[in-house]
């Protein structure tokens, strides 16, 4: 599929804004490992509705402000540059090759089946409801929830109409997931910078449902960490208690273990820049009205071109149409989250 012009400038992102009541700083030289540090981009939360209800979304906005889609509004890459969909020389390098942005909905050892709501106006995040009831993940003996910080990527989704050639499997109707395996718990609604490192093939109920592997480029180990064999090497048996998870973790409601593709084999980073790079044009065609997106809502401010295009006037009439949290000391005031990333050896 060929790249879109019209989608360029939203592979790039702002600079400035202004720090809201909690602001989540990396202090100087977080980050181990030789090289240079620049400030990335920053993006904020808003909590409205009761936490731990059915009416709970967390809304995104920009540094400036402004309300944005999670989903289509924050770039895949960062800070990258592109011709035609094609990168630069210039900006051919490990750094910007293998860096992306993550969205984190479960901060790890947590229970709660938070999503990014691809169906609603901005996709605010929100927790999974079925039968009438907030969904919580079990606990796969040893772990507690889940056992990375759980998140997707921005701007890639698996069309559900579209057949994977490695998997026989058309796409499950989502972003791509990601499995963040550093060392810090993360916090809800945090955009923070991942290096992938492998993939693994889910077959959920006949549908491919990609889980990257990745770590915040600001983990202390990060340097370390290259390729899905290095994972093998710096926390031997975390891949193999992945693999569980996942084929257990819907056990305990009364389904089958989950079935996964090449045998339950985690593929390379290559491999997994492959599937990354079809799940964005995908995206790229979906908001462009060029496939069928059935009910997901693509409403977006930052891309001018898309036919699904808003004002912030109607995205500001749509966060206040969903009820303000009334709970004191309930963290969900306004977050805003800042990050760095080294231009040098991660």
């Known amino acids: 599929m060929r790249a879109l ?6 592979l790039r992102t702002g600079r400035g804004g202004r720090a809201g009541a909690l602001v989540v700083r990396l202090r100087e030289g977080a980050a181990a490992g030789p090289g240079p540090r620049r400030a990335m981009a920053s993006y904020r939360t808003e909590g409205r509705g009761e936490p731990h209800s059915p009416g709970y979304r967390l809304f995104f906005k920009n540094e400036v402000g402004h309300y944005i889609s999670p989903f289509h509004d924050i770039p895949l890459k960062v800070d ?32 709660a089946k938070m999503e990014i709501a691809t169906e609603e106006p901005l996709n605010p995040i929100k927790q999974d409801v079925k039968d009438g009831k907030l969904r919580y ?81 600001n983990d202390p180990d990060a340097y370390k960490f290259h390729d899905i064999n290095d994972v093998r090497k710096y926390k031997p048996g975390y891949l193999e208690a992945t693999l569980n998870w996942f084929r257990f973790y819907k056990v305990p409601e009364g389904k089958p273990e989950n079935q996964f593709a090449f045998n339950g084999e985690f593929k390379n980073k290559a491999f997994a ?42 995205a500001r009439s749509i966060v206040e149409s969903v009820s303000p949290s009334i709970s004191k000391g309930s963290n969900e005031e306004e977050q805003v989250w800042h990050f760095l990333a080294s231009d040098g050896n991660i």
Request: glycine fraction near 6%; charged fraction near 25%; aromatic fraction near 8%.
């Open 137 to 217: 993940v079990a606990n796969i003996f040893p772990h507690k929830g889940y056992i990375w910080n759980y998140g997707a990527l921005p701007q890639t989704w698996e069309d559900p109409h579209r057949k994977d050639k490695s998997t026989d499997c058309y796409g499950d109707n989502d972003p791509i997931d990601v499995c963040e395996i550093g060392s810090k718990v993360l916090s809800r609604g945090e955009v923070i910078c991942v290096k992938i490192l492998g993939i693994l093939a889910l077959i959920d109920q006949g549908e491919t449902d990609w889980k990257l592997i990745a770590i915040n480029v």
């Open 273 to 314: 820049f492959e599937v990354i790079k079809s799940a964005h044009e995908c995206w790229k065609a979906l908001l462009m009205r060029k496939c069928d997106g059935g009910s997901i809502n693509c409403i977006n401010l930052e891309i001018s071109d898309s036919p699904f295009h808003w004002t912030q006037e109607k």
């Open 5 to 10: 012009l019209p989608l360029l400038p939203l």
């Open 80 to 111: 990258s540059k592109e011709e035609n969909g094609i990168p630069t020389k210039r900006a051919r390098n490990d750094f910007s090759e293998n860096v992306f942005h993550m969205v984190v909905e479960v901060p790890r050892w947590t229970n």
